[in-house]
């Protein structure tokens, strides 16, 4: 589904990327990990179509996106939901741009609304929703702008441990229920083992891939998987990676 090519980038004098190669096959979970500033949110600006490399390709289905928005459903850090639109308005702007008339993308969102726990808070504002809500209403609107692929940079980032557990769990259900595509940037090794099926390691700028690490763990993933000692492996093998940028 996704294969990215020898990307590098540089923003001025700073280079971010080096020769970065990856794939993601068709309904796969990655999560992406390196240290802060290695160009993480480069690539999926690049996949997003946001963003033209210096040099390399990145394809969907064996079509280049490199300066092609619009092929790919992508979720920033912050959750940008629009104050003055309340729940169901913000749930469907994404569709809305994409080019679905506003009372299709409207009858969408209420079939997604319970399996997005926000059943009720149609006509709530922003404000009024709390931290975990906020993040699973910008998912919604992530997953209505109809793109098989979704590019998640920290959508959890700025939860507390707890919420943020809950929002592993309830992420897995949904897509069980509504496979995708996904490519996940987070700083937390533990959130890309406890979602991934694979995880990639970035080195330090300019970012290369220094492992790759297939995440064979029973689904569904609940919150105790942390202690069990294949999970506690795994995280040391992440771990050391990251730590010395090299496999």
């Known amino acids: 589904m996704i294969a990215v ?7 001025g004098a700073v280079e ?20 802060s500033g290695c160009g993480k949110s480069t690539l999926l600006k690049v996949l997003a179509g946001l963003l033209v490399p210096d040099s390399g390709d990145a394809t969907i289905d064996g079509r280049s996106v490199v300066g092609s928005p619009g092929r790919t459903a992508y979720m920033p850090q912050r959750d940008l939901l629009l104050a003055w639109r309340r729940t169901l308005g913000n749930a469907t702007i994404g569709a809305e741009i994409a ?9 969408q969102a209420r079939t997604l ?7 009720g808070f149609e006509r709530a504002w922003p404000a009024e929703l709390s931290g975990g ?50 490519l996940l940037v987070t700083h937390d090794v533990e959130e890309a083992l406890v ?22 763990l029973q689904r569904p993933r609940e919150s105790d998987v942390v202690t069990s000692k294949p999970f506690v492996e795994l995280k040391a093998s992440l771990l050391e990676a990251l730590r010395t940028g090299r496999t």
């Not at 090519?5 to 923003?11: M, V, W």
């Not at 971010?16 to 796969?28: C, K, T, W, Y």
């Not at 991934?196 to 690490?213: E, F, H, N, Y």
């Open 5 to 11: 090519e020898r990307l590098t980038h540089r923003y």
């Open 195 to 216: 979602l991934s099926d694979t995880v990639i390691v970035l080195s330090d700028r300019p970012a290369r891939v220094v492992k790759q690490l297939s995440v064979e």
């Open 99 to 107: 080019g679905t008339p506003r009372r299709q993308a409207e009858s």
């Open 133 to 182: 809500m906020r993040q699973r209403l910008a998912l919604l609107r992530t997953f209505l702008c109809g793109h098989d692929v979704l590019l998640l940079d920290e959508p959890f980032g700025a939860l507390d441990a707890i919420t943020r557990r809950d929002m592993h769990e309830w992420l897995q259900q949904v897509l069980a229920d509504d496979p995708r595509t996904v």
């Open 16 to 35: 971010v990327l080096d020769n970065v190669s990856l794939e993601i096959p068709a309904g796969g979970f990655v999560g992406l990990v390196g240290p």
């Open 113 to 119: 609304l319970g399996r997005f726990g926000l059943e």
